[in-house]
Nanobody, 127 residues
Framework: QVQLVESGGGLVPPGGSLRLSCKIS????????MAWFRQVPGKEREFVIG????????NYVNSVKGRFTMSRDNAENAMYLQMNNLKPDDTATYYC????????????????????WGRGTQVTVSS
């Protein structure tokens, strides 16, 4: 059974940084499409960043360009989201998502394409 567990969220002032982790069990992520999504109450879950294998240039939403990066550690079966220069609009619950399928760019942003989800970790950006 595949399980995804996020960690690393918290409260950070504007301009601060956080690193989120997603640990995966029950499968190996080497060829999986992996992504981070985020959601605020009353809004749809939003794609943030994702890729299809370790080292591949990620697909990301413009609002995080130059501030967020993702990495994958196949040996640890983990994925990470480094968030720098955080803004209040980044406040959300962050979810890691995975599918064994190799998604194309146009579908990577569609949350319905993912088979596995973590339970989320809260990120709050506030002074």
């Amino acid at each position: 059974q595949v399980q995804l567990v996020e960690s690393g969220g918290g409260l950070v002032p504007p301009g601060g940084s956080l690193r989120l982790s997603c640990k995966i069990s029950g499968g190996t992520i080497n060829t999986w499409t992996m992504a981070w999504f985020r959601q605020v109450p009353g809004k749809e879950r939003e794609f943030v960043i994702g890729n299809r294998r370790r080292g591949e240039s990620p697909n990301y939403v413009n609002s995080v360009k130059g501030r967020f990066t993702m990495s994958r550690d196949n040996a640890e079966n983990a994925m990470y989201l480094q968030m720098n220069n955080l803004k209040p609009d980044d406040t959300a619950t962050y979810y890691c998502a995975a599918t064994t399928r190799r998604l194309i760019t146009s579908t990577m942003r569609d949350s319905s394409e993912y088979d596995y989800w973590g339970r989320g970790t809260q990120v709050t950006v506030s002074s």
